[in-house]
């Protein structure tokens, strides 16, 4: 696991008193009101009743309200994560676990990559938990969304009461979500010098795997944002893999070009031409895989037409990490 290191040469936005991650400058963007919103959620069929609340604080304060938040989730929990997506068909990736994590567990990870996932302004993170069914989660203008049962609600106040917040009728202004363009800009926040340097998408990658997330996606449609379905769309994948040779372990990495229906068949198609070689082995390990539109394919691809009858593999190749 290669460290990573922030930038020391950003100067952090300020909007008054009020102070944002280093990875967010703002664009003309009004102060919010630092405070709470709570509504009732009623439940239906996949949920029960809840209280959601959303608090907005200064940067400095986000960090020790969100470990008092977090101990209030139970002894396992469902580990999830939102980022902005290089998918052609959608703008956010959204992971999340397959089987509970030890709360401890969770923690400890957090810990160790809070620093990124609290100042990077394109990730949000958090945890999921079934019994009592409830959520913390700090988006990417690291805003704190957490949903708990009815009879949480007191405790929840009671936490953001000790780190001075009350509920108030709006945190960021209603007019910030009827602009046409954005009102902040996400810059980079890590320090990318050399290839030792890891970017999010390592990071992303290492939470994945720490966390046992998986995209959350149907294997078996290729959809849209909107829920249309698209056919077969191009992809391109990238595919950690390990020598064969025990004797002289490396790994290397998958890069390959095709065209599927879905996740799953793209999965299936890479990992049958893995087993057509025997020098590297697939243990599972997808560091990503993206739809990519027709206008961005490579200069390699530019004889591919545009609809494609079958799905076929059109490059893959495995290269040494």
């Known amino acids: 696991m290669r460290s990573f290191f922030l930038r020391t040469d950003l100067e952090r936005h300020r909007i008054g008193r009020f102070q944002l991650p280093l990875g967010l400058e703002p664009v003309d963007l009004p102060a919010p009101s630092e405070g709470y919103t709570v509504e009732f959620v009623e439940g239906d069929d996949n949920a029960p009743d809840t209280y959601r609340f ?6 400095e304060k986000v960090s020790l309200l969100l470990e008092d938040l977090f101990e209030a989730l139970p002894d396992e929990v469902f580990p999830l994560v939102e980022v902005g997506s290089k998918d052609a068909f959608r703008t ?11 709360f401890d567990d969770f923690m400890e990870d957090w810990r160790h990559y809070r620093q990124v996932l609290l100042e990077d302004g394109s ?9 009592p069914y409830m959520e913390v989660f700090v988006d990417s203008w690291k805003g704190i969304e957490v ?9 929840i106040e009671r936490i953001l009461g000790r780190h001075g917040l009350e509920e108030v009728a709006h945190t960021w202004p209603p007019e ?17 010098e050399d290839e030792e340097c890891p970017d999010i998408d390592e990071i992303l990658f290492q939470l994945r795997e720490a966390w046992g997330m998986e995209l959350d996606a149907d294997p078996e449609d290729n959809l849209d944002e909107a829920g249309r379905r698209l056919g077969r769309t191009l992809w391109h994948v990238v595919a950690v893999v390990e020598s064969a040779d025990e004797d002289h372990p490396r790994a290397g990495y998958v890069l390959a070009w095709l065209t599927a229906s879905g996740i799953g068949e793209m999965q299936r198609m890479i990992e049958s031409r893995i087993e057509l070689q025997d020098e590297w082995r697939f243990q599972g390990q997808w560091y990503s895989m993206d739809r990519v539109a027709y206008d961005e394919r490579p200069d390699s691809l530019a004889s591919l037409a545009p609809r494609r009858a079958h799905s076929e593999i059109h490059e893959f190749r495995i290269e040494p990490a």
């Open 147 to 155: 949903q708990v049962p009815p009879d949480m609600r007191e405790d």
């Open 92 to 102: 956010m990736d959204v992971f999340s676990a397959r089987e509970p994590v030890p």
């Open 54 to 59: 959303y608090a907005v604080t200064s940067f």
């Open 176 to 192: 910030v979500d009827e602009r046409a363009e954005p009102p902040l800009n996400v810059r980079e926040i890590l320090v990318l």
């Open 123 to 131: 990730i949000g993170a958090g945890a999921q938990a079934d019994e």
